[in-house]
């Protein structure tokens, strides 16, 4: 049996393909095609043990990771704000605690917002 290549994700800095300079060789080596033109970055990954090992590292995403643990967060507060801010209104809360309540909502979505535009 055959072992099947990693799939590789795009360049996480100009969205180009993954080139494999090499593979099985001593020397395991990906990097950006920079296939949109030049990249920014040029990032390159090399020189471990195994193409799986270099794969991984060029596949790891960590902040990526972190945005959508963040994001997550994010909706999760805006979820317990909307559930309070419709108790609150059922009892008839006053202008100055809605505003707020929408202050906070208006916040949150825009921090949404902005982790998904990264």
């Known amino acids: 049996m055959s072992e099947q290549t990693p799939k590789l994700s795009n360049c996480p800095f100009c969205n ?22 030049r990249c920014p970055v040029e990032p390159v990954v090399g020189n471990y043990d195994t193409f799986e090992q270099c794969a ?21 507060a805006l979820e ?6 419709y108790m609150l209104q059922s009892m008839g809360i006053e202008p100055r605690v809605e505003y707020e309540v929408e202050k906070i909502r208006r916040t949150i979505k825009t921090s949404l917002q902005h982790n998904e535009a990264l």
């Open 16 to 37: 180009s393909k993954a080139e494999i300079l090499y593979k099985d060789a001593p020397s395991n080596i990906i990097q950006c095609s920079q296939e949109h033109g």
């Open 56 to 76: 991984e590292i060029w596949n790891s995403r960590p902040i990526e990771a972190q945005l959508q643990a963040e994001n997550a967060r994010l909706r999760d």
């Open 80 to 85: 317990y704000v909307d559930s309070k801010a």
